[in-house]
C-alpha cells in the first residue's frame, strides 16, 4: 500500500519565480492537507482540500493556492517567491474513520529559494 | 486560536533513563496527536488520542491525554538510542481538519 508521495523532492528556485508541489494521497484517502516546515520549527498549516474545494485556510497570502483533481491529488501553487519561502513543504492525507482523522505525511519537497 | 506549547524544547538523556515531555494547549481540543520526525524526514504519527484520561502505549513510548487541564505527555521508559528524534504534538482545536504543531522537542539519547 503506496504511502503519501510528492514531488518533487528537492527543488531550487529565486526570488520572483512560481513553484508547482504535488501530492498524491495515501490509497483510500480523500483529504489533503498542506503544511510549510521552516528549519527548526513545527509545520504550519497552510490549506486543506476535499472534494476538490479548499476547506480551510491557515495565516498565508494569496501567493499560495492550491487544486485537488477528482483522484484526490493537490497541488499546490506558490507566486511571486520570496527568500522567506525557503522551507520544507509537507503534504498529508486523511479519511475520517469513526472518530479519527489521523494524517499521514508525505516525504516532504525542500524548496530553496536564492 | 489554538496554540500549543511543548517542554522542554531540548532534552539530553542517558540511554536506560526515564523522562517525560509536556504539551499544553490553549483552548479545546477534543483530540491530540503525537509525531516523530527524524533528521531531513518527514512526520510519522504515533499516536492519537481521542478522550479526556485515553493512555496508549508503543514500545518505550506512553501518551496520555488530560483535556481538563489541557495538557498531554510523551512518557519515555529505558530511553534507547533509537529514540533519538524530534517529537512534535498536535492539535486541532475546534477547526476541523487544522492542525497547530507545538514548537517541537529534540531529544538526544546518548550511551
Known amino acids: 500500500d503506496a504511502g503519501v508521495t510528492q514531488s518533487p523532492t528537492h527543488l531550487i528556485k529565486t526570488r520572483g519565480q512560481q513553484v508547482t508541489l504535488r501530492c498524491s494521497p495515501k490509497s483510500g484517502h480523500d483529504t489533503v492537507s498542506w503544511y510549510q516546515q521552516a528549519l527548526g520549527q513545527g509545520p504550519q498549516f497552510i490549506f486543506q482540500y476535499y472534494e476538490e474545494e479548499e476547506r480551510q485556510r491557515g495565516n498565508f497570502p494569496d501567493r499560495f493556492s492550491g487544486h485537488q483533481f477528482p483522484n484526490y491529488s493537490s497541488e499546490l501553487n506558490v507566486n511571486a517567491l520570496l527568500l522567506g519561502d525557503s522551507a520544507l513543504y509537507l503534504c498529508a492525507s486523511s479519511v475520517i474513520q469513526g472518530s479519527t482523522d489521523t494524517q499521514y505525511f508525505g516525504p516532504g519537497t525542500r524548496l530553496t529559494v536564492l | 486560536e489554538l496554540k500549543v506549547e511543548q517542554n522542554p524544547l531540548f532534552l539530553s538523556m542517558q540511554e536506560g533513563k526515564n523522562y517525560t515531555i509536556y504539551c499544553n494547549y490553549s483552548?479545546?481540543?477534543?483530540?491530540l496527536y503525537w509525531y516523530r520526525q527524524d533528521p531531513g524526514k518527514s512526520l510519522e504519527s504515533l499516536f492519537v488520542l481521542l478522550s479526556n484520561g485515553a493512555v496508549k502505549q508503543e514500545g518505550r513510548l506512553m501518551a496520555s491525554l488530560d483535556t481538563k487541564a489541557r495538557l498531554s505527555t510523551l512518557h519515555i521508559t529505558a530511553a534507547v538510542h533509537d529514540l533519538s528524534a524530534t517529537y512534535f504534538c498536535?492539535?486541532?482545536?475546534?477547526?476541523?481538519?487544522?492542525?497547530?504543531f507545538g514548537q517541537g522537542t529534540i531529544l538526544t539519547v546518548h550511551p
Open positions: 483552548t479545546t481540543s477534543d483530540r
Open positions: 498536535a492539535g486541532p482545536g475546534t477547526s476541523y481538519g487544522k492542525l497547530t
